[in-house]
Every structure is written in structure tokens, then in C-alpha cells.
């Protein structure tokens, strides 16, 4: 922590508050605001634009220069040398693991893909047509339920089987959610197969036919968990950190997240993008759409475009699309009306001058629709698909703070109600 300040006048005082400036590894400095309560003041930023609520080691973003740091290595090399489970290995433990140590953590995590019996009918209180992301939020919650032997948040071995469980059972959750919506018995897991080719297993497989799991679409699947594992704190994260800050236990705090992840501005907005390429439906319309974009009285924003934090191109997209080209022509649907008019939106708007000068670049719900929708995952299971990869970044980050200094965190307000007055008569 640098020994900088930041002198704050406040008019009809003389003096000048000192607020320490800490400097991290690489990124902006941060100003110690905490000193502002004594005197009376509190910060003002909604939405949290300007604020870093903690300091982490775990991710680093540079949204000038498109840059994502996982634990120090760029997501590029990472998406290209790595793999799912070997990238949540390095977010939750903070180094690449060694031969031995990765094959025991795999063999750990396939331990854990069976979620207990009486899940099962659980799923019998939903309609079968209910969203996905909303019995994600209850199944996951529910875990709570029968795990009592590693709740105690205190206990860093309690912590780590509580990470191993739910990395472990998303995808197990994720599917049972699919086959409940389709009717089908669900798939138990098969610990022979790798993560992302048992999450197809479980998905696509029945009792009566079990085919083999092609590799390009397990290595598509694996590149999708992959590319959504982390990224610092955005909302749904700050959301497992707020609940994680009064000792919720872990499957609490990522059924918190999970809720926070469903609305479109944030990992909602994959399914959103495959609805709005459909309600668009021709490249003749792009225009109109364009216009709606920009109109501020209208509702409508371009999904899978912008970024609090990228103002350049979201790297994760970058590797996305690459990936979905690889996919597409695997399956033989290059020439998919979907992808084609997805490729003349994007260019469209990268030429567009109100695009331009908000710096709106596809991020990485642009192309992932396209790529699950390839794969054969319906459009409502997407953001069941971002939170099975957002797990170990939120488990990580949720880990990180209970075993540091950690307060409950509580922000304050601008009140601008009414003052105090009588009740009347
Ligand atoms: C994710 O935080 C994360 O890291 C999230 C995420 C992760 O991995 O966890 O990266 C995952 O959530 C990606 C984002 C997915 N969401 C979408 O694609 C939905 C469409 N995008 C927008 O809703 C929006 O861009 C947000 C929500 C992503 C960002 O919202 P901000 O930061 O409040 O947007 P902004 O204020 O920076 O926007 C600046 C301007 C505004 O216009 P002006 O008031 O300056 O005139 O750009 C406009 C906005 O109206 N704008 C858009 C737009 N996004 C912003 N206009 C049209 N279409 C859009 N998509």
C-alpha cells in the first residue's frame, strides 16, 4: 500500500482532508474514502462506476486495452493451452496446478458430479416449462440442504469441499434442469468422461441410447465454461461477496449470484442476443434495429454489445468467435442464416458512429448464444450455462474473502425523502 494522498477540500472548511492513495499491481490507484463517515460525509456513486469495493488477486481487466488477467495469464493463451477445470484450479488456488496435483483435482471434481437422490424431486414442485435459471436458483440454494458437514465457513477445508461440490454439480443441475423441461429421466454422471464431455453426456444421452460425445463439441463446450469462468467483480460476483459478507453459507451465495446473473444487462443478455437476432430476423432490418439502439426513448439496447469495463473489444469474444467458426464448420453450418447476419450486425455497428464513440464492441455473450444454439443447448438454458462456468470464479472470489479481513458489506444512501414529520391528527 503506497504512502500517496489525495487532499479533499470541502468548501467552508479550512482544512483538507487526507485520503491514502493505494496503488495496486498494475491498474488505477484507489482512494481510501473510509475517513469520509467522520465527518459526516458519505461517497455518491450508483451503480459502483467508480468504486472498488475490495482489493483481489484474482482477475485483472484493462477495459481500455481489452486485456483479462486470470490470476496474471492473459485469457487468450489460457483458452489456447488450457482447460476448464485446469483454469478453476489456478482461480481458486492462484497457481497453474502440476501434473499430479491437476489429475487429482480432476479426480476430486468427478467424485462430486452426483448430486443426492432427493434432488430428484425437488425438480416435481416446477412446471416443466418453468425457466431454467429459475430452478437453477432453487436446486442450487437447496444444496444447503444436505451438505451440513461443510457449512462452517471458518474452516478452510470445509470451503474447499464446498468449491469441489459446486464445481462438480452444475453441470450435473444443469442438465437434470433440460431433461426435467423436455420430460426425459435424467442422466447420472459417467466419471470416465471429461467435465465438459459428461455435461453433453448428461444432456444429450438417454438411458435407451448413449452416443459418443464428439470432441470439437466438447472442446467448444469446454472453451465456453472456460472463457465465462471469471471476471472480477462484476454484478453477479459482487452479489456472491455481499451475501458471502454476512457468512451465508457457499450454496447460498452462488444461488445468490445465479439470481444476479439472470437479468439481460448481465449474463442474461446470450439468450437475449439469440431473441433479438431472431426478432430481427433479416439483414434488411438491421438498420431499424440500429435506430432503436440509439433512440433514448426506446427501451431496446443491442445485446452483446458494451461493457461497463470494456470500451475496446472484450477479449473473450475475440476467442468466442473464433470458436464459433471451428463449430460451425465442424457441424456444417457455416453458412447459418443466424451467424451471417450476426457477422453483418457486428460489422455495422463497429462502423457506427454512435457505437464508436461509446466504445459498444460485441462482448462475450455476442457469440456464445451462437455457439450453444449450434451445439443444440436451448436458447433458456444459456445463462444456466454462463453460471455452470462462472462458478469457480464466484467460488473464488467468495473464498478469497472469508479467509481474509472481511466486513459485512453494508452501503449507505443519498437520502432525498421526506424529513421527519407527524402522523397527522
Ligand atoms: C456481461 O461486468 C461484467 O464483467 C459482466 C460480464 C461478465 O463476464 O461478468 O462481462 C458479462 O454481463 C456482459 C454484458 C452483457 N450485456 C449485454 O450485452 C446487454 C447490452 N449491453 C448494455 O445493456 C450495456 O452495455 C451494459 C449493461 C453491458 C453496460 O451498461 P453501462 O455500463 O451502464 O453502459 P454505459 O453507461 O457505459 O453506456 C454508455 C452509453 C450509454 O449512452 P449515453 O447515455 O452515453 O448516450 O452507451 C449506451 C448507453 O445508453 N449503450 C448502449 C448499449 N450499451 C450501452 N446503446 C445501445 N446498445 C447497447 N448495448
Not at 47 to 64: E, H, L, Q
Not at 151 to 177: C, F, G, Q, S, Y
Amino acid at each position: 500500500m503506497a504512502d500517496k494522498k489525495a487532499y479533499l477540500k470541502i468548501d467552508g472548511s479550512d482544512e483538507s482532508l487526507e485520503l491514502p492513495i493505494y496503488e495496486g499491481t498494475i491498474g488505477p490507484d484507489v482512494i481510501d474514502v473510509r475517513s469520509l463517515t467522520a465527518q459526516g460525509k458519505f461517497t455518491y456513486d450508483p451503480g459502483f462506476v467508480s468504486t472498488a469495493a475490495c482489493d483481489s488477486k484474482i482477475t485483472y481487466i484493462d477495459g481500455g486495452k481489452g486485456v483479462l488477467l486470470h490470476r496474471g495469464y492473459p485469457i487468450e493463451q489460457l483458452a489456447d493451452k488450457s482447460d476448464f477445470l485446469e483454469v478453476s484450479f489456478l482461480l481458486l488456488h492462484g497457481e497453474l496446478p502440476t501434473k499430479e496435483e491437476k489429475e487429482e483435482f480432476v479426480k476430486t471434481i468427478g467424485s462430486h458430479t452426483m448430486v443426492n437422490e432427493q434432488l430428484a424431486s425437488f425438480f416435481k414442485g416446477f412446471r416443466r416449462d418453468a425457466h431454467p435459471m429459475a430452478v437453477m436458483c432453487g436446486v442450487v440454494g437447496a444444496l444447503s440442504a444436505f451438505y451440513h458437514d461443510s457449512l462452517d465457513i471458518t474452516n478452510a477445508k470445509h470451503r474447499e469441499i464446498a468449491a469441489h461440490r459446486l464445481i462438480a454439480k452444475m453441470p450435473t443441475l444443469a442438465a437434470m434442469v433440460y431433461k426435467y423441461n423436455i420430460g426425459q429421466p435424467f442422466m447420472y454422471p459417467r466419471n470416465d468422461l471429461s467435465y465438459s464431455e459428461n455435461f453433453l453426456h448428461m444432456m444429450f444421452n438417454t438411458p435407451c441410447e448413449q452416443k459418443p460425445i464428439s470432441p470439437v463439441l466438447a472442446n467448444a463446450m469446454d472453451k465456453v465454461f472456460l472463457l465465462h469462468a471469471d471476471h472480477e467483480q462484476n454484478a453477479s460476483t459482487s452479489t456472491v461477496r455481499m451475501a458471502g459478507s454476512t457468512g451465508a453459507n457457499p450454496f447460498a451465495c452462488i444461488a445468490a449470484g445465479i439470481a444476479a446473473l439472470w437479468g439481460p444487462a448481465h449474463g442474461g443478455a446470450n439468450e437475449a442476443v439469440l431473441k433479438m437476432l431472431a426478432e430481427i430476423g433479416d439483414e434488411s432490418r438491421i438498420d431499424e434495429f440500429m435506430a432503436k439502439a440509439k433512440d433514448k426513448s426506446d427501451p431496446f439496447r443491442l445485446m452483446g454489445f458494451g461493457h461497463r469495463v470494456y470500451k475496446s473489444y472484450d477479449p473473450r469474444a475475440v476467442v468466442m468467435k473464433k470458436c464459433c467458426d471451428e463449430v460451425l464448420l465442424e457441424l456444417g453450418l457455416q453458412d447459418d442464416p443466424m451467424l451471417k447476419m450476426a457477422m453483418k450486425l457486428e460489422k455495422i455497428a463497429l462502423e457506427d458512429e454512435y457505437f464508436k464513440a461509446r466504445g459498444l464492441y460485441p462482448n462475450v455473450d455476442f457469440y456464445s448464444g451462437i455457439i450453444l444454439k449450434a451445439i443444440g443447448i436451448p436458447t433458456e438454458l444459456f445463462t444456466v450455462i454462463f453460471a455452470t462456468g462462472r462458478t469457480p470464479g464466484w467460488i473464488a472470489h467468495w473464498n478469497e474473502m472469508i479467509g481474509g479481513d472481511y466486513r459485512i458489506a453494508r452501503p449507505r444512501q443519498l437520502y432525498t425523502g421526506h424529513a421527519k414529520r407527524d402522523y397527522p391528527g
